[in-house]
C-alpha cells in the first residue's frame, strides 16, 4: 500500500483565491510527522510546514495550513490568497515513529492563473 | 551561508564513466539523505546515514556507493553510469531521526548520462 497519497496530478487556481491540495496517508504508528513540501520550477525542494500526530491544532505557517483528520488520515495543505509564485509541485510527506524513512507523495502540480 | 550544498549542480558524462556527487550541510544535523528524482518529478530514497552510519540502503544498483567521512558530509559515487542514471539528485539532512524534524534539501544535482 502506498504510505503518501496525492490524488490531484494538477490543479488550477486563480489568484487571491484558496486552493485545497489532498494528502492521504496509511500508517500504524501513533507517533509520525507530516510535512508539505514546494518544488519550483528552478528545483529546490523548499519545506512548507508541518503536523505532528499528537497536536489537536492544525498547523498554520503565513497563507499555508493544514487540515489534519486523523481519523480519516487525511493531511489536505489549504493555500489561502494565491500568488502567482505558488505556481509549483507540492509534495505531502510522512516519517514515522521514530524512522529512518521519510514517505513522499507523488505531488502536485499547481498553477495560478492571473 | 547554504545549509545543505552539492556539487555539482549539473553534471554531464558518457556512459560507463565513474562520477561522484558531494554534498555538505553546516546545520550540525545527525542524518543525511539521498534521494533520485526521476523525470516524472517521483522522490525515491537512496541511502541514509546517522551518525555515519548506513541506516537506510533501498533497492539501489551496487553501482551507486555512498560514503560519510564525517557528519557533515555524505558523497555519493557512481560507477558505470547507464542511461537510467540520469535524474536529479537531492541531498538532504535532518537532526537527527525524530518524526518531528524536517529535512532540508540540497539544490539538487542534474545528472545527464549520454
Known amino acids: 500500500a502506498q504510505k503518501i497519497t496525492q490524488t490531484q496530478p494538477g490543479m488550477f487556481v486563480q489568484e487571491k483565491e484558496a486552493v485545497t491540495l489532498d494528502c492521504t496517508y496509511d500508517?500504524?504508528?501513533?507517533?509520525?510527522?507530516l510535512f508539505w513540501y514546494k518544488q519550483p520550477s528552478s528545483g529546490e525542494m523548499i519545506f512548507l510546514i508541518y503536523q505532528g500526530s499528537y497536536d489537536e491544532q492544525n498547523a498554520t505557517e503565513g497563507r499555508y495550513s493544514l487540515n489534519f483528520q486523523k481519523a480519516r488520515k487525511s493531511a489536505n495543505l489549504v493555500i489561502s490568497a494565491s500568488q502567482l509564485g505558488d505556481s509549483a509541485m507540492y509534495f505531502c510527506a510522512m516519517r514515522e515513529g521514530i524512522g529512518n524513512q521519510f514517505y513522499f507523495g507523488t505531488g502536485t502540480s499547481l498553477t495560478v492563473i492571473p | 551561508d547554504t545549509a545543505v550544498s552539492q556539487t555539482p549542480k549539473y553534471l554531464v558524462t558518457q556512459m560507463g564513466n565513474d562520477k561522484s556527487i558531494k554534498c555538505e550541510q553546516n546545520l550540525g544535523h545527525d542524518t543525511m539523505y539521498w534521494y533520485k528524482q526521476d523525470s516524472k518529478k517521483f522522490l525515491k530514497i537512496m541511502f541514509s546515514y546517522n551518525n555515519k552510519e548506513l541506516i537506510i540502503n533501498e533497492t539501489v544498483p551496487n553501482r551507486f556507493s555512498p560514503k560519510s567521512p564525517d557528519k557533515a558530509h555524505l558523497n555519493l559515487h557512481i560507477n558505470s553510469l547507464e542511461l537510467g542514471d540520469s535524474a536529479v539528485y537531492f541531498c538532504a539532512s535532518s537532526q537527527d531521526l525524530h518524526p518531528a524534524n524536517e529535512q532540508y534539501f540540497g539544490p539538487g544535482t542534474r545528472l545527464t548520462v549520454t
Open positions: 500508517t500504524s504508528d501513533q507517533s509520525y510527522g
